[in-house]
């Protein structure tokens, strides 16, 4: 019988020569449901994340996502995650569309699919009248929404959002809050570090694991 969690994280270390960044961090999420990680700067929020996306290897503990041993598995936990990092992971001088298709065809959809995929995209998040403008003329608010909608377009079932408001104004940080929490009600499970609690329940306190 599967595990009821998504992500298991034990014990989990991680240091930089003598600076201890996570000093045993232990959390679990179930699927369906969404976990933000709160702390302070400095607290190995951005740090968990880059592990448990392959984009960082750790020193001690053990971390499991769907499944597959993060230490020994990238590629098959690649093939379950969405990331949508601090700063956009997207083409300035493609259009919103084209960001889309290429990052589609990059995750091995076929052409048919990616641009069939872009469109739901686009439409979801609001962007089919910029679609055909190059990403340097997007706003801040825009070009956030972009960079989740890529992180979306292969259907991963878990999407790690590394403050994903990050840069915001208010209006645009509502708008995308809004944007995660009918994700929430639809089949993600969504781990995501930020720091503002107000939207994003449970949540799980880091402090470098102490």
């Known amino acids: ?65 769907e499944g597959h041993d993060v230490s020994k598995e990238q590629d098959a936990v690649r093939n379950v995650i969405g990331l949508t990092g601090q700063s956009a992971a997207v083409d300035e001088m493609l259009t919103g569309r084209e960001n889309l298709i290429m990052m589609g065809q990059l995750y091995r959809l076929t052409s048919k699919s990616a641009k069939a995929r872009a469109e739901e995209l686009l439409e979801r998040f609001d962007l089919v009248k910029a679609a055909n403008r190059p990403l340097k003329t997007y706003s801040g608010g825009m070009r956030r929404r972009l960079d989740l909608a890529v992180s979306l377009i292969a259907t991963p079932p878990i999407i790690f959002l590394d403050e994903p408001t990050t840069g915001l104004d208010p209006r645009s940080r509502i708008a995308m809050w809004d944007i995660i929490n009918e994700l929430k009600k639809g089949r993600y499970d969504n781990s995501f570090d930020d720091s503002i609690p107000r939207r994003s329940r449970p949540a799980c306190r880091s402090d470098r694991g102490d």
């Open 1 to 65: 019988m599967p595990s009821k969690y998504a992500i298991t994280v034990k014990n989990l270390k991680k240091s930089y020569g003598k600076t201890e960044v996570l000093k045993g961090v232990n959390l679990s999420v179930e699927r369906g449901t969404m976990l933000a990680l709160l702390g302070p700067n400095g607290a190995g929020k951005t740090t968990t994340v880059r592990i448990m996306s392959t984009l960082l290897k750790f020193d001690g503990g053990s971390v499991m996502i």
